[in-house]
């Protein structure tokens, strides 16, 4: 169809988008771990593997906002996602929609995505590479 085709032209900067959206989704995450803002009612208690988390959320979060090291940091995030997934969420239920895992599937398949598609629009990684 016509109407798709010319779309085309608006996949780097939609992906652009998608990456800075996301990461900015993610950076909140880790800032609740290590800062409790946003304010939880439930604030998490740091141990090693939440501090981990939240540091791999928090910065990764704002390297991916900025578009640095976008396939190594998404591959990281990815990892992250997918162990979070399993060893929080899938001993809950097997459904993610039971077991309040939605968020992490979604944050790993957009970073394993991004690993293949790259940084898109607005990203530092276009000047690092020039």
Not at 42 to 53: C, D, I, K, N, V
Not at 71 to 90: D, K, Q, S, T
């Amino acid at each position: 169809m016509k109407l798709f085709k010319s779309l085309a032209q608006y996949r780097p900067p939609a992906l652009g988008v998608l990456r800075i959206i996301t990461a900015l989704q993610f950076i909140e995450h880790g800032s609740q771990k290590l800062f409790n803002f946003p304010v939880s009612a439930e604030p998490h208690t740091l141990t090693g593997l939440t501090t981990a988390a939240g540091i791999l959320e928090f910065a990764g979060g704002i390297l991916l906002a900025l578009g640095l090291f976008t396939r190594p940091v998404a591959f990281l995030l990815a990892g992250e996602m997918a162990i979070a997934y399993f060893m929080a969420h899938f001993p809950r239920d097997f459904f993610p929609v039971n077991n309040g895992g939605d968020s992490a599937i979604s944050f790993c398949f957009i970073f394993l995505y991004l690993i293949f598609a790259g940084s898109g629009a607005f990203a530092l990684d276009n000047r690092r590479s020039a």
